[in-house]
């Protein structure tokens, strides 16, 4: 395997790219700073959504974090329209991670009390994501016995603080209390993403369909978007990976410091691949690979003369199994997707390719086929887990927390691997 740093990348990469990020304003005077906060985080590729409290509202409008998130802002609970269908169990179920900015002492007392009074406190209550607070207060009220206690509370609970700062306030006074410049905040919300599971590996990761041409303007091809590969690559990367991302035709961006390969046939796919393959310290094959491809591609488009068409087509190469088979290979996981008994295919191929770690999906129905959420059913040998319907981006990362507890485990005596085949 070759060390980390093969690699040179010319564009930084920030960990809130296609986060979706819930940023809850309280009422203080810092509400202002929110703004440029908004701003900021949709630079970094983050999706925004503001929840505004009463008071926060006295200080900036609702329409102008409308127009920098690009999303409705919600500022109370009990809204009729939105509320229609539970949108604020929606809201939660939403959010990637959430961040309040400025947190004023009254929300840390009520946060700390488990108080549910109001959209914002009601949401941190009923998200499971991770929860930052910025506090932003005058410097008597920070050093508040009652305010050090409830803080004290909140970090025992796992809910980051970021900040205060300190320096001159705007009641004129000058001490601990101000809310973090945005930079800082920006930071202490990417170390969130940033886990570092995989520091210092390399991962190899295919994405995307395949095309098999027919003639000079038709081609068999598939419904994957390549959004699952995508997610795993970026979700890789915040673990601390050097990424490759070998992918077929999609319509989606690279995603930000990761080695990007464009390939459209599987032949091609095989080839990146092999090329890149021994240089890999784990393999995540999420490219929806065609079986087949046309044993003669016609020089000319194939004209509607008869009133049946008869192709004749050849296996394709299976990218899967060659990796697997490589006596000194990299860490293998498998992607399986099936219509029906999917626990039962999923198991055939992780054994009779000798993967160690296959993620099953349901494409019934065509579920799971470019959307934006998925779930998976993972298994290796003597054991399984379920990862519940949840975001593809979330979904990534927990499958690459698992892979990395399988590589410590094979660290201690126990196999493990990561490949994939066919996700949506």
């Known amino acids: 395997m070759s060390p980390v740093g093969a690699m040179q990348y010319t564009t930084s990469m920030s960990t809130l790219d296609h986060k979706r990020i819930l940023l809850g304003v ?14 900021r985080l949709r630079e970094a590729g983050a999706q925004v959504r503001v929840v505004m409290t009463r008071g926060a509202t006295e200080f900036v409008t609702p329409l102008t974090f409308q127009a920098l998130s690009g999303q409705p802002v919600r500022t109370a609970l009990f809204d009729p329209e939105a509320e229609a269908g539970m949108d604020h169990i929606a809201l939660a179920r939403w959010a990637d991670a959430i961040l309040v900015a400025p947190a004023t002492a009254d929300f840390l007392a009520r946060l700390s009390h488990g108080q549910a009074d109001d959209l914002l406190t009601t949401l941190c209550l009923a998200s499971r994501a991770p929860l930052c607070v910025a506090p932003a207060m005058n410097q008597a009220m920070w050093a508040n016995p009652a305010t050090r206690a409830n803080v004290q509370t909140l970090s025992e609970r796992g809910i980051r603080l970021l900040g205060p700062g300190a320096g001159s306030q705007a009641c004129g006074e000058t001490g601990e209390g101000r809310l973090l410049e945005v930079p800082e905040l920006i930071s202490g919300l990417e170390a969130v993403f940033a886990t570092g599971a995989l520091a210092g590996l390399q991962v190899l990761v295919t994405a995307g369909p395949t095309r098999e041409a027919l003639d000079p ?43 990007h390969v464009s390939v459209e046939t ?48 050849e296996r394709n190469p299976d990218i899967l199994a060659t990796v697997a088979a490589l006596p000194e290979g990299p860490f293998t996981v498998g992607f399986a ?12 191929k992780l054994m009779k390719k000798g993967l160690d770690l296959i993620a099953a999906n349901d494409v019934s129905d065509g579920q799971g086929f470019d959307v934006d959420d998925n779930a998976l059913t993972l298994l290796w040998p003597g054991g399984g887990s379920t990862l519940p319907r949840q975001s593809k981006d979330q979904l990534a990362r927990a499958l690459m927390m698992v892979i990395a507890q399988r590589l410590s485990e094979q660290q201690d005596g126990t196999l493990i691997s990561a490949v994939s085949d066919t996700p949506p």
């Open 217 to 259: 303007v038709r081609y068999l091809t598939n419904r994957s978007s390549g959004k699952m590969g995508y997610a795993l690559a970026r979700a890789a990367r915040e673990a601390g990976a050097v990424v490759t991302l070998v992918s077929g035709p999609t319509a989606l961006a690279p995603p930000q410091s990761v080695d």
């Open 26 to 39: 309280t009422g203080g005077i810092a509400a202002y700073k929110a703004c440029e906060l908004t701003r």
């Open 337 to 348: 997707a099936e219509t029906r008994e999917l626990e039962r295919h999923a198991r055939v």
């Open 266 to 313: 599987a032949a091609q796919m095989l080839e990146a691949v092999m090329a890149r393959v021994a240089e890999a310290d784990v393999f995540v094959a999420a490219a929806a690979v065609a079986d087949y491809r046309a044993a003669a591609v016609q020089d000319h488009k194939i004209k509607k003369n008869a009133e049946h068409l008869n192709l004749r087509l």
